[in-house]
């Protein structure tokens, strides 16, 4: 009697189901881009906030000191603030509007499961941020070049003008010509055109001096700047991850209030936490061995301290302005900490949107 060899089940290997989740995760971050980068408020902060880091140059010139550290401040301050209400409304327009007209029911019917969506969401979402970020980060680039006027004698640094003029009239051309012959987005095409051509206007810019005179190309260039904008673009990823988990469970004002009280809890950290946190700890270390083990008002004070110091984002980490206006380089070991710091609180806040999602009604 021959006895039939029986073919047990075997496991689908990894990359059966790894694959349609990067497929999946890549066709919603995909859209959420294209829907973002559309959105007419991306177009309206970009230029309000070229207008402004324009305007940083003149308004800096009333310290009587280094007007070109308070440009700086005031550049990025600028910068972080517009991305900070651009986070906001993005995440709101491309998540909660999804959510309220019942839109998102068509992706989530299929198997799409919704951690999947709230990734995908924030992809997408971050990914126009960080273009929007990329072209006033480029603006405040060439305005450095430029430098602040610091007396009326001063020389206006002419390549600056002529290349960064130009690149910002040729994308609001291209995009206006392309809308108008092909019906592309007008926001879209300017801004992803605007990009190239001020990186090309920037590396330009920094060939010439003020005279059209040739020089080497790292004379005006100033590694820390760049360190500084790509150090901000961390902490901006954090907020993105806020607004999304605020998206989900609020409407786009509470969702703009909730990111702008995250926002500055975030800037004064160190200031309402660490320093408590300092204060009582000098304070423990003066105590007797015999109070330290009872739990009082200031044990517990100084506890919620610690949390709150933990779980609020500390956005003054990426907040590297003192640095460059006191004249400090910043040290890649420091960037070997912060960037971390970074990626784990954006994956805890992505979990936490991720569950506030998992109870959401939206049929």
């Known amino acids: 009697m021959v006895r039939r060899r029986r073919d047990f089940p075997t496991s689908p290997p990894a990359t059966s189901t790894l694959l349609p989740f990067f497929e999946q995760l890549w066709a919603i971050a995909r859209t959420t881009y294209a829907e973002g980068i559309r959105q007419p408020v991306l177009l309206v902060a970009i230029t309000a906030g070229t207008i402004l ?15 070109q550290r308070l440009f700086v401040d005031l550049a990025l301050s600028t910068i972080f603030l517009t991305e900070v209400v651009l986070a906001a409304f993005l995440a709101t327009s491309v998540l909660n509007r999804e959510l309220e007209n019942r839109t998102a029911l068509t992706v989530l019917s299929k198997p799409v499961s919704r951690p999947t969506f709230v990734l995908g969401k924030y992809l997408g979402v971050s990914a126009a941020l960080l273009t929007s970020l990329a072209f006033l980060g480029l603006v405040f680039l ?41 019906g592309w987005a007008f926001t879209s095409t300017t801004v992803l055109l605007g990009v190239p051509l001020l990186l090309l206007a920037y590396v330009l810019s920094l060939l010439f001096g003020p005279d059209w005179t040739p020089h080497a190309i790292g004379t005006d260039f100033e590694p820390d ?109 420091y960037l070997a900490v912060a960037i971390p710091y970074g990626l784990m609180m954006i994956v805890a806040i992505l979990a936490l949107a991720s569950v506030l999602f998992q109870r959401r009604e939206i049929g």
């Open 53 to 67: 880091v324009i305007l940083s140059n003149p308004f800096s010139g009333f310290t009587l000191d280094d007007d």
């Open 225 to 333: 700047i760049v360190i500084a904008v790509l150090s901000l673009a961390i902490g901006l990823l954090m907020l993105v991850a806020v607004a999304i988990a605020a998206s989900t469970r609020l409407g786009q004002l509470p969702t703009l209030a909730a990111t702008l009280v995250v926002f500055v809890l975030g800037l004064l950290s160190d200031w309402l936490f660490g320093r408590t946190i300092a204060a009582f700890e000098s304070r423990f270390a003066e105590m007797p061995a015999g109070e330290l083990s009872s739990i009082d008002a200031s044990h517990l004070a100084y506890w919620g301290c610690r949390v709150a110091y933990a779980v609020v984002p500390n956005f003054q980490i990426f907040w590297l302005t003192d640095a460059i206006t006191q004249g400090s380089s910043i040290p890649l070991s």
């Open 142 to 182: 060439l305005a450095e070049i430029h430098g602040a006027m610091q007396t009326v004698t001063t020389p206006h640094h002419l390549p600056v003008l002529t290349f960064g003029t130009s690149a910002v009239v040729l994308a609001t051309l291209a995009g206006a010509t392309a809308n108008f012959l092909y």
